[in-house]
């Protein structure tokens, strides 16, 4: 049973940064694209950041292109979302998750979802 634990959230300001880590449990993290998604009170879960197998391929949401960054560590089982420039409208549970493919990762593709983890950005 493969186990996505996140952490790294927080308060922050805005205009501050943060980064989260994700951690796969499972033996296969580099045979797949892993993502980040996030989901706003009273909003549906949405796209945030995707990445393929390798680390060569990230894509992102046009609301935070520019100002997060995914990337992934293989050999530590690890994906990360750096966040940089952060507004109020990034608040958020923010959630990691394991692609059923290596190369892209949406909503309807998903293997195994993280629990979560909460960003707050104060105005």
Known sequence: ????????GGLVQAGGSLRLSCVDSG???DDYAMGWFRQAPGKEREFVAGINWSGGSTY???SVKGR??????N??????LQMNSLKPEDTAVY???TS???????????RYWGQGTQVTVSS
């Open 27 to 29: 033996r296969t993290f």
């Open 75 to 80: 050999a530590k089982n690890t994906v990360y």
């Open 100 to 110: 059923r493919t290596s190369t892209i990762v949406t909503m309807k593709n998903i």
């Open 60 to 62: 992102y949401a046009d």
């Open 95 to 97: 959630y990691c998750a």
């Open 1 to 8: 049973q493969v186990q996505l634990v996140e952490s790294g």
């Open 68 to 73: 997060f960054t995914i990337s992934r560590d």
